[in-house]
């Protein structure tokens, strides 16, 4: 049934992108007819990491994040590639490579889709990155970045609906430290909407994906979903998320002990707030504070908590550019243990081009 449904939407997605005129001038000379952009930005972080773990040393690290893009827009044809390198140790990859149809307020992207709605309003926690999450809030629970197609319509400010259709399931990875790899085999659909009332702002997102290997074993479903608000008025800035995330494990066989185990589900669950204040010389701070349970209904599963706690104190440099001073903390609790808190304390700084 949902495979059968995935194909309809395609089709009727595709049917729509012939259908919808194209909104381009007349053909020119060769070159004279398309733009090129070129942008990016950098934001890294220096300073002191403490694991909280006894025995181990606090020690100074680096957390860092670089993107560079370039857009060409030729009629109603764009073209957009971007790499991205994070710390020290690890090498540039492409982060991003999509054409996209645009015809009034409908676009239709084919290639790596990472739907805005799937946000929190707090992710990064002011740190514009998710390479600092060993102690700030992500808000990526639900984030999602692969190969699809993207449908999207934007009918007013108010209103922008999106929807994606995944080739893979982009939702149940094998690796949680990164954004494309540790894909697994399937599918997966996104429905989000986003748009801005005055000084408030809204983000809608639920997702369902399934793993599966296309050769008639057994699958599993996920499903996640996201509510986020946020009230900026200059000054002042508060937002809240919540996001709900169940992973389903299927039954297989213990590596270690060789005993058949049972299918279990994985529910992760965020609630995070955010209070922002910006002063009359242009310097902000930003404070983020936010709770995560995750739990297993398999037998003798612990429940794990972990609570952020988190500042940002922004000073402007020169139009998008900025330094910062920034504090991290995240306590992980299991069960009924004692709760083993990480920090780290530095200094950053982020400039976009």
Not at 119 to 129: D, H, K, L, V
Not at 174 to 185: C, R
Not at 337 to 350: E, I, Y
């Amino acid at each position: 049934m949902f495979k059968q449904f995935n194909k309809i939407l395609v089709l009727v997605g595709a049917a729509g992108m012939l259908a919808m005129p194209a909104f381009a001038a007349e053909p020119t000379a060769d070159g004279e007819d398309y733009k090129v952009k070129v942008g990016g930005k950098i934001r890294a972080y220096f300073g002191q990491y403490d694991a909280g773990i006894t025995g181990e040393d606090a020690y100074l690290t680096n957390y860092s994040e670089a993107n560079l893009q370039i857009k060409v827009t030729r009629g109603p044809i764009s073209a957009l590639y971007e790499v991205e390198s994070r710390n020290n140790k690890e090498g540039t990859t492409t982060n991003m490579r999509q054409v996209t149809y645009n015809a009034g307020g409908f676009s239709a992207t084919i290639g790596t889709c990472k739907p805005k709605a799937s946000y929190a309003f707090s992710w990064g926690a002011g740190t514009s990155t998710s390479a600092t999450k060993a102690t700030f809030y992500d808000g990526l629970t639900i984030k999602t970045e692969a190969d699809g197609l993207c449908l999207g319509y934007k009918a007013a400010e108010a209103l922008k609906v999106e929807f994606t259709q995944y080739n893979v399931d982009a939702l149940n990875k094998d690796s949680a430290n990164s954004n494309k790899t540790g894909l697994k085999d399937g599918s997966g659909m996104q429905f989000g909407a986003l748009g801005k009332f005055g000084d408030l702002s809204y983000r809608l997102s639920s997702i369902g994906t399934i793993t599966d290997d296309h050769m008639g074993g057994d699958t599993t479903s996920h499903s996640g979903n996201l509510v986020g608000l946020k009230y900026d008025m200059g000054i002042i800035l508060v937002s809240v998320d919540s996001i709900n995330k169940v992973i389903e494990t299927g039954a297989g066989i213990d590596t270690d002990t060789g005993e058949s185990t049972l299918a279990y589900k994985t529910t992760t669950k965020d609630q995070s707030l955010q209070l922002g204040y910006t002063m009359g010389n242009k310097h902000s701070l930003l404070l983020t504070v936010a709770t995560q349970s995750i739990q297993a209904d398999s037998a003798g599963a612990l429940e794990t908590v972990n609570t952020f706690t988190d500042g940002v104190y922004s000073i402007p440099m020169a139009k998008g550019a900025d330094m910062r001073l920034v504090y991290g903390q995240k306590s992980e609790k299991e069960g009924e243990a004692d709760p083993l808190v990480a920090s780290f304390a530095g200094l950053g700084m982020f400039a976009k081009f």
